[in-house]
């Protein structure tokens, strides 16, 4: 079914309501029954909405391509305007100036409602009548109250924002589960295939902010010949179906993968989805969540653009918490499973998701304000509860043992000068030699195998000093503890890795700039006992209290400690030095920088949900150290075995002094030293430090 039908019926239904709420905002927006500071604010928010009742009319009239590249540009801008640059900061979408100009109370709840109506653009340009309406007669209903100044609380406008969540939580989430699973929702897609990429107004279809990332991806893919975007596809899918084999897991019986990626590598993308529909895998391909009850925090997951103001994404992180509680949390349960429920024949044909990610933005450091909206302790509990709930959900309903992945990145012009240089060296990097890899990384699994514990220790400014605890093998010549990892679900090649023993565990993990989940960490210091974590901290505040909210929100995402899910060795001294060359060390992709040294991951392990279906190295082993103490309570206590977080962090070759082997005999065995390999076998690996 083609997408522009899809919502005809529904549209034509509630069509009568979104001409009503469109005529009263059309009369807020110049009448003067509300009064100061609160009559701004309405007028605003109705000057916005009138501008998204002219993109309606653009799209259902189909008036996008007779636009010009300029009237576009102007478009788009005026969509996003209140957000970029110096304009976030009179903004109502920008808590702290809320506040001011309307006190604190109505302030946070009221630059919440913008936010939230910032999801009108989604609906407009996608043509989606039903969820514009209803967000529509939400602000009528909210100005409604302002207008009767002395007849009601901040309770009362609170009440009305809740019962709008909770009423329409079924709608919201059920729409995220559709477009994760439902082929039919294909926006996206038919924008992918059915465009002129070598047009790049087509860019301005997605309604999303386009920037000169955007424009400037698009250009390139176009520069390139047929055969340099089809390989660079064919790395990415081949990498997915790989990982089917490599995990033996079936894939013929799987007909639907989740494409994830930035707005201008759509000449990739297609080639990629025709590669796919080889393989029997129809597109979904989603946006970023739009909605605070769908949202992850600041993160972008699905497809998007470069973001107008981070700081924006950063201070309504938490927005959820003007209105969650634990009745909302057993609602918004209860809509995730029903909408599983719903879907449930395409749960089971959901093969997994592939990502093709970006890096290169300027380093972003966020302003904590007191202002946006937090999740107090109660709430954290819930959220925290919460996720976990969902991710069973998923685990029973997409069949995830079954499921496989792939990851690639590429850089994006905001990189710099070198942009183009940098993009060839990166897919130089991603397409490096499997076999080369394989076989030296052997070298080291069997080093690895031998041990009791590895030591690692940091170098000059860097005081890492890690002992980790590694699993005791039954059957050495049947069994390894590390996974010999090439470039299948993983791009590009190069690391070792396993779950580390918890109980003997320990030590001090420090990074002194480190950039995770879009946010950079300074002087980021966590302590160990046992494998997980006591202590943490970092620099990034003059106040302690500060820094460690910081880092309990954004790194453990609410939980009061995380254990050690992963310990690994990167042996990829290629992209290592791509980084050194191009002074772009700090702006790599975990994907990539994960691979440029040893790293250390907080949370679950690489084999949540998986720890039953062995998987085997090329040399045939099995690769036994699956489990943790923590994931081992799945058995008894399924809730308490995941945290549904994992979060790669390395220490580069130049801040490490030492990788060793301690064995149960006593003897060590060192792998690195002063930055170097040092293991007979692993010489290979340090030309690249020497051509640079």
């Given at each position: ?7 005809q ?58 636009y ?51 999801s ?69 897609t ?31 893919m ?89 700081q ?44 093709i ?8 450091i ?50 710099g ?49 890690m ?17 010999n ?184 065995i060192?792998i690195?030293?002063?930055g ?17």
């Amino acid at each position: 079914m083609k997408y522009k039908v899809l919502f005809q019926k529904e549209n034509e239904e509630i069509r009568e309501r979104y001409q009503l709420a469109m005529e009263r905002i059309g009369v807020m927006e110049q009448e003067k029954t509300v009064k100061e500071p609160y009559s701004d604010y309405f007028h605003r928010e109705a000057s916005f909405v009138m501008l998204i009742k002219s993109i309606v009319q653009m799209v259902e009239e189909e008036h996008l391509s007779t636009y010009t590249l300029n009237e576009l540009q102007s478009i788009n801008r005026s969509l996003y305007e209140d957000l970029i640059g110096d304009n976030y900061e009179v903004s109502y979408t920008n808590p702290a100036y809320a506040c001011e100009k309307l006190g604190k109370k109505y302030g946070k709840l009221l630059s919440f409602l913008t936010a939230e109506l910032r999801s009108l653009i989604v609906y407009a340009y996608e043509n989606r009548l039903y969820e514009l309406t209803i967000y529509l007669e939400l602000l009528i209903e909210v100005y409604n109250y302002f207008e009767r100044e002395d007849e009601f609380t901040y309770k009362d406008v609170k009440r009305v924002i809740y019962a709008f969540m909770s009423d329409y939580c079924d709608i919201l989430v059920e729409y995220r589960t559709r477009e994760l699973l439902d082929t039919n929702l294909s926006y996206i897609t038919d924008i992918i295939m059915e465009s002129d990429l070598s047009d790049i107004r087509y860019l301005y279809k997605f309604g999303d902010y386009i920037t000169e990332n955007e424009i400037k991806t698009a250009e390139y893919m176009n520069s390139l010949s047929e055969k340099q975007v089809q390989a660079m596809a064919d790395t990415f899918t081949e990498g997915y179906r790989l990982g089917f084999i490599a995990n033996r897991l079936d894939l013929s019986k799987k007909s639907i993968v989740n494409i994830r990626y930035q707005i201008g590598f759509e000449r990739m993308v297609r080639y990629a989805i025709q590669n796919f529909r080889k393989l029997g895998l129809e597109p979904t391909i989603y946006r970023a969540a739009y909605n605070a009850v769908n949202k992850r925090q600041h993160l972008k997951i699905g497809c998007h653009g470069t973001s107008p103001s981070r700081q924006y994404e950063f201070d309504h992180r938490f927005d959820i918490g003007i209105f969650y509680d634990k009745a909302f949390q057993v609602r918004q349960l209860k809509c995730l499973q029903e909408s599983y429920e719903k879907y449930k024949e395409q749960g089971a044909a959901f093969a997994g998701p592939s990502l093709i990610e970006v890096f290169g933005e300027e380093i972003f450091i966020p302003e904590d304000k007191k202002e946006a909206i937090r999740l107090d302790k109660r709430q954290q509990k819930l959220y925290v509860d919460c996720t976990n709930k969902g991710a069973l959900l998923s685990m029973e309903y997409l069949k995830l043992e079954e499921t496989s992945f792939t990851i690639i990145a590429y850089p994006i012009p905001e990189i710099g000068k070198d942009y183009e240089a940098i993009f060839t060296e990166t897919v130089k990097v991603n397409t490096l030699d499997s076999a080369l890899y394989q076989k030296i990384q052997q070298k080291i699994i069997d080093t690895l195998d031998q041990g009791d514990y590895v030591r690692v220790l940091g170098a000059g400014k860097n005081h890492t000093d890690m002992k980790v605890k590694l699993y005791s093998l039954l059957d050495p010549a049947k069994e390894t503890i590390f996974e010999n990892c090439v470039a299948d679900v993983n791009i590009p090649v190069g690391e070792v890795f396993t779950s580390p023993v918890l109980k003997g565990t320990e030590g001090v993990l420090h990074a002194s700039k480190v950039y995770l989940n879009d946010l950079e960490y300074r002087e980021l210091n966590l302590v160990f006992k046992d494998g997980v974590i006591t202590e943490y901290t970092c620099g990034n505040f003059t106040e302690e209290s500060k820094n460690k909210s910081f880092v309990k929100e954004n790194l453990l995402f609410g939980h009061d400690s995380l254990p050690l899910g992963e310990f690994a060795i990167g042996t990829n001294t290629t992209a290592y030095m791509m980084g050194k060359k191009y002074d772009i060390a700090p702006r790599l992709p975990i994907l990539i920088a994960e691979k440029t040294g040893p790293h250390f991951a907080i949370g679950d392990t690489c084999y949540k949900h998986s720890e039953e279906t062995m998987t085997y190295n090329p040399d045939g082993k099995a690769i036994v150290a699956r489990d943790n103490e923590v994931s081992l309570l799945r058995k008894t206590d399924l809730a308490k075995a995941y945290f549904n977080c994992h979060t790669d962090i390395t220490l580069p070759y130049d801040e490490l002094k030492a990788i060793t082997v301690y064995c149960k005999d006593g003897t060590s065995i060192p792998i690195i030293e002063n930055g170097r390999f040092v293991l007979e076998g692993t010489e290979e690996l340090n030309k690249a430090f020497d051509e640079n």
